[in-house]
T-cell receptor, first 114, second 116 residues
Framework: GNSVTQMEGPVTLSEEAFLTINCTYTATGYPSLFWYVQYPGEGLQLLLKATKADDKGSNKGFEATYRKETTSFHLEKGSVQVSDSAVYFCALTSASGGSYIPTFGRGTSLIVHP | EAGVAQSPRYKIIEKRQSVAFWCNPISGHATLYWYQQILGQGPKLLIQFQNNGVVDDSQLPKDRFSAERLKGVDSTLKIQPAKLEDSAVYLC??????????????FGPGTRLTVT
């Protein structure tokens, strides 16, 4: 079956540091890839997405590139802020019998200190 | 545009009791999902509906969990009887079929269930 593997957290950084959260996946066919973010006390919300190989998703200074050769979709940000502290989930949707089934990673907690 | 609504937000029950959660998706969204999120883990898909038909329920513990989506709009998830290990946040999400191949999901705030 499909699976998503994320790096273990928490990731602790100082403000303005560079962020990378690794994500690799296993899926049949050509999945769409997503990063969702969950701020403290809130529901999950879409951060960025990519639908085909070499696509780069970007939003709020975050970026991730769909790498089919390495089955990866690593999240990066050049300069993190305290307000970026949240849990980040890598996810995919993959076609199965005419429908699209989602799979989530277990999440990576990011803590940014002033 | 109104978001995904869920109720209740919090529920505390004793083991062996029953509980039901309600979800109202974004208007016009054909696909509805229920997830279980245990503390420290990612969302686990329990059941996925497209309109009022079930697309996937392979991870739904059918001996105690049930879900329905009458008229293809809102949905209820029921647990009967509850076990201690059912303590989790239950998330509802919806997506539009108009962006086939993408299925970006919109999540509700979740229901935090505590079983004592």
């Amino acid at each position: 079956g499909n699976s998503v593997t994320q790096m273990e957290g928490p990731v602790t950084l100082s403000e303005e540091a560079f962020l990378t959260i690794n994500c690799t996946y296993t899926a049949t066919g050509y999945p769409s890839l997503f990063w969702y973010v969950q701020y403290p006390g809130e529901g999950l919300q879409l951060l960025l997405k990519a639908t085909k190989a070499d696509d780069k998703g970007s939003n709020k200074g975050f970026e991730a590139t769909y790498r089919k050769e390495t089955t990866s979709f690593h999240l990066e940000k050049g300069s993190v802020q305290v307000s970026d502290s949240a849990v980040y989930f890598c996810a995919l949707t993959s076609a199965s019998g005419g429908s699209y089934i989602p799979t989530f990673g277990r999440g990576t907690s990011l803590i940014v200190h002033p | 545009e109104a978001g995904v609504a869920q109720s209740p937000r919090y529920k505390i029950i004793e083991k062996r009791q029953s509980v039901a959660f309600w979800c109202n998706p974004i208007s016009g969204h054909a696909t509805l999902y229920w997830y279980q999120q245990i503390l420290g883990q990612g969302p686990k898909l329990l059941i996925q509906f497209q309109n009022n038909g079930v697309v996937d329920d392979s991870q739904l513990p059918k001996d105690r969990f049930s879900a329905e989506r009458l008229k293809g709009v809102d949905s209820t998830l029921k647990i009967q009887p509850a076990k201690l290990e059912d303590s989790a946040v239950y998330l509802c999400a919806s997506s539009s079929d108009r962006d086939r191949g993408l299925h970006e999901q919109y999540f509700g705030p979740g229901t935090r269930l505590t079983v004592t």
